[in-house]
């Protein structure tokens, strides 16, 4: 069944990308670090298991026949496989997140503001388990990893600001 909405997403097959052999292994300092990673986290694995997909607020095994592996760039190791989402898949998910929205566009900004501060609050919270994925999947030492979580930080926290911007002088109330 193909999907209506972004039909350009659906071109892309897990043949596209390099899937080589399992047959490296992760460094002795990375493997604890994919563990621990594993364990802390539903729907996602650092030691070469599925990744999930997570639609309507569930994390939900895929079906799909097609696998994209993704390596630790410093080892070729597999850390983890992502599905190659089905149509069916995509189009619940993407159900899903119009579902959502109906009662999210109808929250006041005040409720949203608190939303992102708890996200801000988890990001600082889980930074170096963040930073370790990076650091995995994209081969950055840790420095750039927590870098690139400070960034985003940086984004979240200018979305935690945008109230008074959007605003001006008047907040609406809860």
Do not use: Y
Not at 26 to 44: D, H, I, N, V, Y
Not at 139 to 145: C, R, S, V
Request: net charge neutral; hydrophobic share 40%.
């Amino acid at each position: 069944m193909p999907c209506p909405r972004f039909p350009q997403l659906r071109h892309i097959r897990a043949s596209a990308f390099s899937t080589s052999a399992r047959a490296h292994a992760l460094s002795a300092a990375a493997l604890p670090r994919a563990q621990k990673l594993s364990e802390g986290w539903k729907g996602t694995s650092a030691t070469g298991g599925n990744t999930k997909n997570f639609i309507a607020g569930q994390f939900v095994e895929s079906t799909s026949p097609e696998w994209i592996d993704v390596h630790d760039p410093s080892t070729q190791t597999v850390l983890t496989r992502v599905p190659q989402t089905t149509d069916a898949e995509f189009a619940q998910a993407v159900d899903a997140a119009s579902h959502a929205f109906k009662s999210w566009s109808k929250t006041s900004i005040l409720t949203r503001q608190k939303f992102v501060i708890e996200l801000q609050h988890l990001l600082r919270k889980n930074a170096d388990a963040i930073a370790s994925s990076i650091v995995l999947e994209q081969g950055k030492t840790i420095a750039d990893a927590h870098g690139d979580l400070l960034r985003g930080l940086q984004v979240v926290e200018t979305a935690i600001g945008i109230t008074s911007t959007l605003l001006s002088d008047k907040i609406e109330g809860e």
